[in-house]
Nanobody, 124 residues
Framework: QVRLVESGGGLVQPGGSLRLSCAAS????????MGWFRQAPGKEREFVAA????????YYADSVKGRFTISRANAEITVYLQMNSLKPEDTAVYYCAAAVSGVGYSETQEYDYWGRGTQVTVSS
């Protein structure tokens, strides 16, 4: 089993920045890809960003490209999501996820473990 714990959410004004963290524990050696998803009220959970085990490959949703950056610290199996130029439409609960398979990265069903989420609210 893998346990994921997110932190770093909060309230920020439009144009501001936040950095989310996701700490993994347990059978972390089995993780291949780690990703971030988000879910706004009344909407489906959607892909935000993902990064492979080595950190050599990263992927982004079109809506966050150029504004968000995903990175990982392998020693601690911690994944970060730096979010800049935040917009009201970025408001959502952000979830960290881990996949043991290297097949795919943008669909929820491709991930095996999920955190409980952290709220991000972008509002003036």
């Amino acid at each position: 089993q893998v346990r994921l714990v997110e932190s770093g959410g909060g309230l920020v004004q439009p144009g501001g920045s936040l950095r989310l963290s996701c700490a993994a524990s347990g059978r972390t050696f089995s993780i291949y890809t780690m990703g971030w998803f988000r879910q706004a009220p009344g909407k489906e959970r959607e892909f935000v960003a993902a990064i492979t085990k080595s950190g050599s490959s990263s992927y982004y949703a079109d809506s966050v490209k150029g504004r968000f950056t995903i990175s990982r610290a392998n020693a601690e199996i911690t994944v970060y999501l730096q979010m800049n130029s935040l917009k009201p439409e970025d408001t959502a609960v952000y979830y960290c996820a881990a996949a043991v398979s290297g097949v795919g990265y943008s669909e929820t069903q491709e991930y095996d473990y999920w955190g409980r989420g952290t709220q991000v609210t972008v509002s003036s």
